[in-house]
C-alpha cells in the first residue's frame, strides 16, 4: 500500500468479541482480565498479545503505534504524552547500553537543547554541538567524542536546514552510535528516517500528525536494533500517551496526507511570495531552489513536497518592529506551535529559543528579526493578504 492509503487504513479495523469497529474507539480500562488465567499469565509473561495494564498496553494507543509504524516503516512504535517525553524516551534507549555521550546537531528546538545542557548533562550526559550539514565535522566530531548517539531533525528549528540524514547513519553505524531524528517538520509524507538508517525517528504529534491544535502528544519509532529496549524502559518509566489522544492523533493521520499536501503547496507561494516583499530581508525555505542544502533535498524529498514551514527576517526590524509586525495580523494565529491546519506565527526569540542566551541565539543564526511561519490549509490568497496589511506602516 502506499502511504496515502495507509494513512486511513493501517492500525484499525481490530476484533473486538463478535464484531470490528470500522474506527478504533476510545478505551480508558486500566486493567483488563481474562476468563482464564493461564492467558492472563501469557499476556503477562508476554507470551500472547493481549492489553493487561494500561502502562504496557491500551488498545486504542495500540492502534496509533501500529498505524505510525507502518507510515515509517520501522519495527515498532511507542506513543508518549509529549513530544519531549518521546525524545526523553529515544535518549535513554540510545545510551542505556552505550557510552553517556551525545553529538548534537546546532539549530534544533530549543527544548531539546535544554534537555541535553539541563536535565540529562546533570547525569552524566555529555553533549557537543556540531553542524550536521557539514559531514565533514560530523565525522571529526564522532571521531574525537565516540559518542553513544547522534541526534538532530529532519529539518532544523528555525533555520530549516535538512542534513543528510543517509550518510549520517553511514557515520553513527560505524561508530556504534545510534543516531536518533526528530522528523516532526517533514512528516513521514516526507522523510521516513528509519528507511534511510536512523536507529529513531521521533514526532511532536502535537503538530502535523494531530494537526488541528487539540493534542499534546509524541511518537518514536525504533528500529529492530532499539524496539525490545524501547518498550521495556517504557513499561517501567510510564510516559504513555492517554487513549483520548491516540484517538485523536489517529483520526488527525487520516487526513494528514491532504493536509500536508495542500500546505507544501500554499508554502511555496507564501514563500515565492515573501521573497520579492521589499520589506523582508531574507526567506528560509526548504522549497527554494537556492537554499545551502538544495542538493540533499533534491536527492531524499519527495518531488513535489518541500515542507509547510517558512522562517523569514523582517528588514531592519527588531524586537518592537516584530511585535508590531505580529499583533496586527488578523486571521494568521500567534501561537507557539506548528502544523496545524491554521496558518500560525511564532517569535522564535520570545518562544521556541526564548531559553537560549541571546549571544548564543546570534551565533545560531537565529536574529531578532526572525519570525517563523507554519503555513495553514486556507485560501493562499487571504494568507498572502494578511501578511501584507502587517507590512504596511
Ligand atoms: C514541538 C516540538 C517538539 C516538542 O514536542 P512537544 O509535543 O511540545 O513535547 C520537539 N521537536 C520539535 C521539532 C517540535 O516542533
Request: hydrophobic content about 40%; aromatic content about 6%; some cysteine.
Amino acid at each position: 500500500m502506499k502511504i496515502e492509503s495507509k494513512l486511513v487504513h493501517s492500525g484499525d479495523r481490530k476484533k473486538a468479541g463478535d464484531y470490528i469497529p470500522v474506527t478504533t474507539p476510545i478505551y480508558t480500562a486500566a486493567s483488563y482480565f481474562y476468563d482464564s488465567m493461564d492467558q492472563l499469565d501469557r499476556v503477562l509473561g508476554r507470551e500472547a498479545e493481549g492489553p493487561c495494564y494500561a502502562r504496557y498496553d491500551n488498545p486504542t494507543t495500540s492502534a496509533l503505534e501500529e498505524l505510525v509504524n507502518d507510515l515509517e516503516g520501522g519495527h515498532g512504535a511507542l506513543a508518549c504524552s509529549s513530544g519531549m517525553a518521546a525524545l526523553q524516551m529515544g535518549f535513554m534507549a540510545a545510551l542505556i547500553d552505550r557510552p553517556k555521550r551525545v553529538v548534537a546537531a546546532t539549530g534544533m528546538y530549543g527544548a531539546t537543547t535544554n534537555m541535553l545542557n539541563n536535565v540529562l548533562a546533570p547525569f552524566g550526559i555529555d553533549t557537543t554541538y556540531t553542524d550536521v550539514c557539514d559531514l565533514a565535522a560530523l565525522e571529526e566530531s564522532v571521531k574525537e567524542t565516540k559518542p553513544g548517539a547522534i541526534v538532530m531533525e529532519t529539518v532544523s528549528n528555525p533555520l530549516l536546514r535538512v542534513g543528510a540524514i543517509d550518510k549520517i547513519a553511514e557515520i553513527a553505524k560505524s561508530a556504534n552510535a545510534a543516531l536518533i531524528v526528530d522528523n516532526t517538520f517533514a512528516t513521514p509524507l516526507l522523510i521516513r528516517p528509519i528507511q534511510l538508517g536512523a536507529s529513531f525517528s521521533v514526532h511532536s504529534a502535537t503538530k502535523y500528525m494531530s494537526g488541528h491544535g487539540d493534542v499534546l502528544g509524541g511518537m518514536i519509532i525504533a528500529d529492530e536494533a532499539h524496539y525490545n529496549t524501547l518498550r521495556t524502559l517504557a513499561r517501567t518509566t510510564g510516559p504513555n500517551m492517554s487513549p483520548f489522544e491516540s484517538y485523536l492523533t489517529m483520526r488527525g493521520i487520516k487526513t494528514m496526507g491532504l493536509r500536508v499536501e495542500r500546505q507544501c503547496a500554499n508554502a511555496c507561494k507564501v514563500a515565492s511570495w515573501l521573497v520579492s516583499h521589499p520589506g523582508v530581508e531574507k526567506v528560509h525555505f526548504t522549497g527554494d531552489p537556492s537554499h545551502p542544502d538544495a542538493a540533499t533535498i533534491a536527492r531524499l524529498f519527495p518531488n513535489n513536497l518541500y515542507g509547510a514551514m517558512i522562517a523569514f527576517e523582517l528588514k531592519g526590524a527588531g524586537r518592537a518592529e516584530v511585535f508590531r509586525f505580529m499583533e496586527k495580523l488578523k486571521m494568521i494565529v500567534r501561537a507557539t506551535s506548528l502544523g496545524d491546519v491554521h496558518t500560525m506565527v511564532l517569535y522564535p526569540a520570545i518562544a521556541s529559543h526564548r531559553d537560549l542566551a541571546p549571544k548564543q541565539r546570534q551565533r545560531l543564526g537565529i536574529g531578532d528579526n526572525l519570525i517563523r511561519v507554519s503555513v495553514g490549509i486556507e485560501a493562499p490568497e487571504d494568507i498572502i493578504a494578511d501578511l501584507e496589511q502587517a507590512f504596511e506602516k
